[in-house]
């Protein structure tokens, strides 16, 4: 993989690296709908929930009987991504998607924009992000975080253009985790 050889740095330094590798499984009702672009939602609810599930599979492995059982120190979490992958560690440590301040952002900015584009993709998707996230109202406020409270540290390398999901100045991390 092109990212190999970091994970081989971090590694010499005797951090238990994994890697997630997105099968980007979507929900199959979603798939039904024709006028849907689903593939947008791969990017903000299924590689964070994946990337807490394999947290999860890694607390499972070091727990006692566990294959690694003692060996990972899970106290310390840390998640690195890069571009789309940065939006993924973002949420990952407790952003949390703002629709409505997104839509009033794609609203004042030129959507033909490369870079406004990276945001503004997400416009139209609002109700079906917001039933995932088990939500009626998209535009309530803030989406629940899918962080996870083991999450320590975060690295966002490059992170991709569409940080505006999470509103404009705030990206949304709770308070108490800043």
Same mark, same amino acid.
């Given at each position: 993989?092109?990212?190999?050889?970091?994970?081989?740095?971090?590694?010499?330094? #005797?951090?238990?690296? +994994?890697?997630?590798?997105? %099968?980007?499984?979507?929900?199959?009702?979603? $798939?039904?709908? @024709? *006028?849907?672009?689903? &593939? !947008?939602?791969?990017? /903000?609810?299924?590689?964070?929930? %994946?990337?807490?599930?394999?947290?999860?599979?890694?607390?499972? /492995?070091?727990? @006692?009987?566990?294959? /690694?059982?003692?060996?990972?120190?899970?106290?310390?979490? #840390?998640?690195? #991504?890069? *571009?789309?992958?940065?939006?993924?560690?973002? &949420?990952? =440590? #407790?952003? &949390?998607? %703002? /629709?409505?301040?997104?839509?009033?952002?794609?609203? &004042?900015?030129?959507?033909?924009?490369?870079?406004?584009?990276?945001?503004?993709?997400?416009?139209?998707?609002?109700?079906?992000?917001?039933?995932?996230?088990?939500?009626? %109202?998209?535009? =309530?406020?803030?989406?629940?975080?899918?962080?996870?409270?083991?999450?320590?540290?975060?690295? =966002?390398? =490059? !992170?991709?253009?569409?940080?505006?999901?999470?509103?404009?100045?705030? +990206?949304? +991390?709770? !308070?108490? $985790?800043?």
């Amino acid at each position: 993989s092109m990212f190999g050889p970091v994970a081989q740095y971090f590694a010499s330094y #005797g951090i238990v690296v +994994v890697a997630a590798n997105f %099968d980007d499984d979507i929900d199959p009702w979603i $798939r039904k709908l @024709p *006028s849907v672009n689903w &593939q !947008p939602l791969r990017k /903000l609810y299924v590689r964070p929930a %994946d990337v807490v599930r394999l947290i999860d599979d890694v607390e499972n /492995l070091n727990a @006692p009987g566990g294959k /690694l059982a003692g060996v990972i120190d899970t106290s310390h979490i #840390g998640v690195w #991504g890069m *571009s789309t992958g940065g939006t993924t560690a973002f &949420q990952a =440590a #407790g952003a &949390q998607l %703002d /629709l409505k301040a997104m839509d009033d952002w794609c609203a &004042q900015h030129n959507t033909e924009d490369e870079a406004t584009y990276e945001t503004c993709q997400f416009v139209g998707t609002e109700h079906i992000l917001a039933r995932q996230y088990g939500i009626a %109202d998209p535009f =309530a406020g803030p989406l629940p975080a899918l962080w996870d409270k083991r999450v320590a540290a975060l690295v =966002a390398v =490059a !992170p991709g253009g569409e940080l505006h999901v999470f509103g404009e100045c705030d +990206v949304g +991390v709770d !308070p108490g $985790r800043r």
